[in-house]
C-alpha cells in the first residue's frame, strides 16, 4: 500500500512538472507598442511585432514598425507674435514605415510565472520613407515652410495643422537594421509585458532634407526603447 502511494505520489510529481513545463513554453508570440527613440520626439512611432518557434530558444521574427524621424539640431519656438509653438527652419518631416525580418534568441528563461526573461533581438529589412513638408502658420495662411520666403522669424505664427503635409508626400525607399535586448516582465504565462532596448540604422538612397540650413543625411542611425505587450500561445 505504501509503495503504492509513493509511487502513485512520484508519478503525479513528474507529470505536474512536464505539464507545468509545457504550460510555461510557447510557439507564437504577438506583441505591440510604442517606440521611443533618439531621432524621434515624445513619442517615436509604434510597433508590431510576431515571433514564432524556429528552434528550442531561437524564434523567428517578423516586424512593423512606424516611426517619426526628426533631424537633431530641430528645435521648437514660440511665436513672438501668437505664443504658439513651431520648429523654426524645418521643411519636412519624415516618417518611415519599416519592414523586419530576424531572430530572437532567448538567453536567459524567467521562472514560471515570475521573474524577468531576457532575449537577444536582431532584424533588418526594407524601408519606405514618407517625405511630407511641414506646414507654417504665415500672414494668417496655413503653407508649406520656405526658406527663401520665410526668412523672418518673427513673422511665424505657429505651424499647421498635424499632417496637413501628408497628402502632398513624397516617397523613398531604404533599408532598415537594429539589435537589441528584451526584458520581459509580468506573472501571466499567455501575457506578455516588456521593453526592447537596443541601437538602429536607417539608410536611404539619397539625402533627406528635413531642415535645409543644416546639414542633412542619408543615414539614421538612434538608440531606441520599445515598450510592449501582448499575447503568446
Same mark, same amino acid.
Given at each position: 500500500?505504501? $509503495?503504492?502511494?509513493?509511487? !502513485?505520489?512520484?508519478? &503525479?510529481?513528474?507529470?505536474?512538472?512536464?505539464?507545468?513545463?509545457?504550460?510555461?513554453? #510557447?510557439?507564437?508570440?504577438?506583441?505591440?507598442?510604442?517606440?521611443?527613440?533618439? /531621432?524621434?520626439? &515624445?513619442?517615436?512611432?509604434?510597433?508590431?511585432?510576431?515571433?514564432?518557434?524556429?528552434?528550442?530558444? $531561437?524564434?523567428?521574427?517578423?516586424?512593423?514598425?512606424?516611426?517619426?524621424? $526628426? %533631424?537633431? &539640431?530641430?528645435?521648437?519656438?514660440?511665436?513672438?507674435?501668437?505664443?504658439?509653438?513651431?520648429?523654426?527652419?524645418?521643411? /519636412?518631416?519624415? #516618417?518611415?514605415?519599416?519592414?523586419? #525580418?530576424?531572430?530572437?534568441?532567448?538567453?536567459?528563461?524567467? +521562472?514560471?510565472?515570475?521573474?524577468?526573461?531576457?532575449?537577444?533581438?536582431?532584424?533588418?529589412?526594407?524601408?519606405?520613407?514618407?517625405?511630407?513638408?511641414?506646414?507654417?502658420?504665415?500672414?494668417?495662411?496655413?503653407?508649406?515652410?520656405? =526658406?527663401?520666403? %520665410?526668412?523672418?522669424?518673427?513673422?511665424?505664427?505657429?505651424?499647421?495643422?498635424? !499632417?496637413?503635409?501628408?497628402?502632398?508626400?513624397?516617397?523613398?525607399?531604404?533599408?532598415?537594421?537594429?539589435?537589441?535586448?528584451? !526584458?520581459?516582465?509580468?506573472?501571466?504565462?499567455?501575457?506578455?509585458?516588456?521593453?526592447? &532596448?537596443?541601437?538602429?540604422?536607417?539608410?536611404? =538612397? $539619397?539625402?533627406?532634407?528635413?531642415?535645409?540650413?543644416?546639414?542633412?543625411?542619408?543615414?539614421?542611425? +538612434?538608440?531606441?526603447?520599445?515598450?510592449?505587450?501582448?499575447?503568446?500561445?
Amino acid at each position: 500500500m505504501n $509503495k503504492t502511494l509513493i509511487y !502513485f505520489l512520484f508519478s &503525479l510529481s513528474v507529470l505536474s512538472s512536464y505539464a507545468q513545463s509545457e504550460l510555461d513554453d #510557447y510557439h507564437t508570440e504577438i506583441t505591440w507598442g510604442v517606440n521611443k527613440n533618439t /531621432n524621434g520626439g &515624445l513619442l517615436g512611432g509604434f510597433i508590431f511585432k510576431i515571433a514564432k518557434e524556429r528552434a528550442i530558444d $531561437k524564434y523567428t521574427v517578423i516586424g512593423l514598425e512606424l516611426v517619426n524621424v $526628426k %533631424h537633431p &539640431l530641430e528645435q521648437r519656438y514660440l511665436s513672438p507674435v501668437s505664443g504658439s509653438a513651431f520648429i523654426w527652419g524645418k521643411q /519636412n518631416y519624415l #516618417y518611415s514605415f519599416r519592414g523586419q #525580418y530576424g531572430r530572437e534568441y532567448l538567453l536567459y528563461k524567467k +521562472a514560471p510565472q515570475q521573474g524577468v526573461q531576457i532575449s537577444g533581438v536582431i532584424a533588418c529589412g526594407p524601408s519606405i520613407g514618407i517625405i511630407a513638408p511641414y506646414y507654417v502658420l504665415f500672414n494668417g495662411n496655413s503653407e508649406p515652410f520656405d =526658406p527663401s520666403r %520665410h526668412t523672418n522669424f518673427s513673422s511665424i505664427q505657429g505651424s499647421g495643422r498635424l !499632417f496637413e503635409g501628408l497628402s502632398e508626400s513624397s516617397l523613398t525607399a531604404g533599408m532598415n537594421v537594429k539589435a537589441g535586448l528584451s !526584458f520581459e516582465f509580468g506573472s501571466f504565462k499567455n501575457s506578455v509585458v516588456g521593453i526592447e &532596448l537596443g541601437v538602429s540604422a536607417e539608410v536611404f =538612397p $539619397k539625402k533627406i532634407i528635413l531642415v535645409p540650413t543644416q546639414e542633412n543625411n542619408a543615414l539614421f542611425t +538612434a538608440l531606441y526603447m520599445n515598450m510592449y505587450w501582448g499575447t503568446r500561445r
